[in-house]
């Protein structure tokens, strides 16, 4: 089974940039699936971030979109989240997940496998 | 999209037979998927498009619906079946989640 494993500060001051990377182990990244972002704030429930292909296509959540770069780097089987001008309302659990494509059926399994989930606190 | 669920919280006892539903705002097809997430964990997915389970889920966990009523049936709910559970939808984009409904076991 493929494992995902999020990983970056748990800190980041208010205006600053939230970094995080998720690696991707029991499986290619450049494979025919779509990597994907999903972050939860504390007590509450789940906003979908942005996806990513390993050619580099991309979608974005258009609340986020002017803030977000999710970027792949297949050399090392990683994808990454980058959130600049961060205030206390990007306080949050956030998650790398897969969409997986199935070859038998043509269609994509939704966030089949999830990373454990990175704390990520704004504060000064 | 806009995903409403209901309940928002359900207090239920070890055997009951729950159902939670979720309303789009516009048709999605069957573009529909449940999650369970426990205290502390990430989510688990449960159900792909409306009704077809996921690999490895208990057979008491089933879904049905399309368009834009969609509903999640836990049959003989466990002990272990307390968790907030979310929908979520991938006709178009941005993808969205439901608020959540949150089961306690009594």
């Known amino acids: 089974h493929v494992q995902l494993q999020e990983s970056g500060p748990g800190l980041v001051k208010p205006s600053g940039t939230l970094s995080l990377t998720c690696d991707v182990s029991?499986?290619?990244?450049?494979?025919?699936?779509?990597w994907s972002w999903v972050r939860q704030p504390p007590g509450k429930g789940l906003e979908w971030i942005g996806e990513?292909?390993?050619?580099?296509?991309?979608n974005y959540n258009p609340s986020l979109k002017s803030r977000v770069t999710i970027s792949v780097d297949m050399s090392k089987n990683q994808f990454s989240l980058k959130l600049n001008s961060v205030t206390a309302a990007d306080t949050a659990v956030y998650y790398c997940a897969r969409k997986y494509y199935d070859l038998l059926t043509g269609y994509y399994v939704h966030l089949d496998f999830w990373g454990q989930g990175n704390l990520v606190t704004v504060s000064s | 999209i806009v995903l409403t669920q209901s309940p928002d919280f359900q207090s239920v006892t070890p055997k009951e037979k729950v159902t939670i539903t979720c309303r789009a705002s516009?048709?999605?097809?069957?573009?529909l998927h449940w999650y369970q997430q426990k205290p502390d964990q990430s989510p688990k997915l449960l159900i792909k498009?409306?009704?077809q389970s996921f690999s490895g889920v208990p057979s008491r966990f089933s879904g049905s619906g399309s368009g834009t009523d969609f509903t999640l049936t836990i049959n003989s709910l466990e002990a272990e079946d307390a968790a907030t559970y979310y929908c979520?939808?991938?006709?178009?984009?941005?993808?969205?989640f439901g608020q959540g409904t949150k089961l306690e076991i009594k």
């Open positions: 979520h939808q991938s006709s178009s984009l941005p993808y969205t």
């Open positions: 029991g499986g290619s990244i450049g494979s025919s699936n779509w």
């Open positions: 516009q048709s999605i097809g069957s573009s």
């Open positions: 498009y409306a009704s």
């Open positions: 990513i292909y390993y050619s580099g296509s991309t």
